[in-house]
């Protein structure tokens, strides 16, 4: 199991610092494009798989996984995209800006939308994220 980790830690790492170098426009897309995929064609499969892994009913799974992960994802996206727009003032003589920049973190939740509410403000700023879900051992690289 260690060795699981260990590689999934790595392969978070190495997929920062390209995902880091994206500008936060594309960061952006890809997570409106997640939100449109998950509220059209996987909508059913998120449901399913909450109900089975969580213990849900369909209405349960509807709220918690569906409608609120697909929220977070382009909330998250639309506030982190308004957030790179708002840069500090200049003054004669210089320029002043503001970077996000990602680092890695490692975090563990139960939920599917605790982990998505907690994780994709930081995701789509640049940073590298290792998520242990549910008793199963899950490890999924976020980037």
Same mark, same amino acid.
């Not at 449901?47 to 909450?50: E, M």
């Given at each position: 199991m260690q060795e699981l980790i260990n590689k999934a830690i790595l392969?978070? @790492?190495a997929a920062r610092r390209?995902?880091?170098l994206k500008p936060v426009q594309d960061r952006a897309q890809v997570l409106f494009k997640a939100a449109d995929v998950i509220s059209g064609p996987k909508r059913a499969e998120i449901?399913?798989?909450?109900m089975i892994g969580q213990g849900k009913t369909v209405v349960q799974a509807e709220i918690d996984a569906a409608a609120e992960l697909i929220d977070f994802f382009r909330f998250n996206a639309k506030h982190a @995209?308004?957030?790179q727009r708002q840069q500090p003032l200049d003054a004669d003589g210089s320029t002043n800006t503001m970077l996000y920049r990602g680092l890695e973190v490692r975090t563990a939740h139960t939920l599917v939308t605790v982990m998505c509410r907690d994780q994709l403000a930081p995701i789509n700023v640049g940073f590298?994220?290792?998520e242990k879900t549910q008793a199963r051992i899950c490890l999924i690289v976020l980037v």
């Open positions: 392969a978070s @790492v390209e995902w880091d449901l399913a798989k909450t @995209v308004e957030l590298a994220l290792l």
